[in-house]
């Protein structure tokens, strides 16, 4: 069982940045640890993912501007958000899985609450 608890979401207008942090209850180095976004009216989408071996994916809608990051010592995820846009505009999920397909929302097996990004124009 893991725990996941997601922080860091807010307001902000397009160009800026934010910070999403969430804190697991195990250790990061032995699941796929992934963000996911669900927009108003759309499916939950898989935005970057860090698989347990350090290979790292992105959704080409974000690549380049935005980074995942995984602190051992704190057993805490991170996406630094750059160059926000406002069809960025989504509540921010993380989530955990072992043997995943990395943008596959089914087969991650835990998720925290998730928090609101909001980028206006």
């Known amino acids: 069982q893991v725990q996941l608890r997601e922080s860091g979401g807010g307001s902000v207008q397009s160009g800026g940045s934010l910070r999403l942090s969430c804190a697991a209850s195990?250790?990061?180095?032995?699941?796929?640890m992934a963000w996911f976004r669900q927009a108003p009216g759309k499916a939950r989408e898989g935005v970057a993912a860090?698989?347990?071996?350090?290979?790292?994916f992105y959704a080409d809608s974000v690549r380049g501007r935005f980074t995942i990051s995984l602190d051992n010592a704190k057993n805490t995820l991170y996406l630094q958000m750059n160059t926000l846009k406002p069809e960025d505009t989504a509540v921010y999920y993380c989530?955990?899985?072992?043997?995943?397909?990395?943008?596959?929302?089914?087969?991650?097996?835990?998720w925290g609450q998730g928090t609101q990004v909001t980028v206006s124009s």
């Open positions: 989530a955990a899985g072992r043997g995943v397909t990395w943008w596959y929302r089914p087969d991650y097996a835990y």
């Open positions: 860090r698989l347990s071996n350090g290979i790292i």
């Open positions: 195990a250790s990061g180095m032995t699941y796929t």
